[in-house]
């Protein structure tokens, strides 16, 4: 006993506590889902202006290319030395290529991408959405009868549906790239064989999985930084917190999702 608090006492502060940050995570899932709800029907009521759809694409989409192609030459040079390195004296290298390409298409090209993009799109929508929140300029929109989740999130949304799976294309084909380059330059792999390993062994089922990861992926990524942009307040110290927990929210339900598909795709589907 320390001051009069017993080891019960903390352990019930504890539960309490446990309990209250488990209320508010409830709470903000409710808050999102109804946003997420409000948006489809409002897109659905009356489409986005395809001019602010486009605007979005091209922010979210062509902005991000460059990034998406650093990431992914790496992430397939990285594969190739990795997959090589377990193979020494287990499997021949021939197989080389069936592991990166079947490795990039399913998990790693949409996965990195989304998060490279949940990083660098979900910050930008939260602060731009916060700004227009703490400035009430949401507020203005709303007097003159336009509807926020038509105008702002639903053209945003839509934006990253469409550019997620592009983007998850472009980030394959580079990633087996960089695979191939260090392949054939490091691990003396013939071209002939690598490419033949990659005809063998690519299966449109993966990439079919991996782009259908991308569309959930996009979805998330633009609801979160919508989401926690509405939700700001507190000036220019809120903006900063929204935007951090727009890239955090986006990140971690990005891999819950990961898991929650591939045991729906290949436990149901893709058998």
């Not at 650093?70 to 397939?76: A, E, I, N």
């Not at 390195?85 to 069936?98: D, E, I, R």
């Not at 910050?123 to 507020?139: F, N, R, Y």
């Not at 592009?166 to 013939?190: E, F, K, M, R, W």
Request: proline share 3%; with cysteine; net charge positive.
């Amino acid at each position: 006993m320390t001051n009069g608090v017993t080891p019960d006492d903390i352990a019930l502060k504890g539960i309490r506590y446990a309990r209250g940050r488990l209320g508010d995570w409830l709470a903000e899932v409710g808050r999102a889902a109804v946003m997420m709800l409000e948006t489809t029907r409002a897109g659905f009521e009356r489409l986005p202006s395809a001019r602010l759809v486009v605007q979005q694409m091209s922010a979210i989409g062509v902005d991000s290319l460059w990034l998406v192609i650093v990431v992914s030459l790496f992430t397939g040079a990285v594969a190739a030395v990795q997959a090589a390195y377990q193979f020494t004296s287990v499997v021949p290298l021939k197989y080389l290529s069936g592991v990166i390409v079947r490795s990039v298409v399913i998990e790693l090209g949409p996965v990195l991408t989304a998060l490279v993009i949940g990083g660098r799109v979900g910050a930008s929508i939260a602060a731009e959405l916060g700004t227009m929140k703490v400035t009430e300029q949401i507020d203005a929109l709303r007097a003159m009868g336009i509807n926020p989740m038509r105008y702002l999130v639903a053209p945003r949304v839509l934006a990253a549906v469409v550019m997620l799976p592009i983007l998850t294309i472009y980030a394959d084909a580079i990633a087996i790239l960089g695979g191939y380059i260090v392949a054939i330059t490091s691990l003396n792999v013939p071209s002939p064989i690598f490419l033949q390993g990659l005809q063998d062994f690519f299966r449109m089922k993966d990439l079919l999985s991996g782009l259908l990861k991308a569309v959930f992926f996009g979805n998330i990524i633009g609801m979160m930084g919508c989401y926690h942009g509405f939700q700001t307040e507190g000036g220019a110290e809120g903006v900063g917190r929204a935007t951090t927990m727009a890239v955090v929210s986006s990140c971690v339900a990005i891999l819950i999702l990961d898991y929650v598909l591939a045991t729906v795709l290949f436990r149901l589907f893709f058998i």
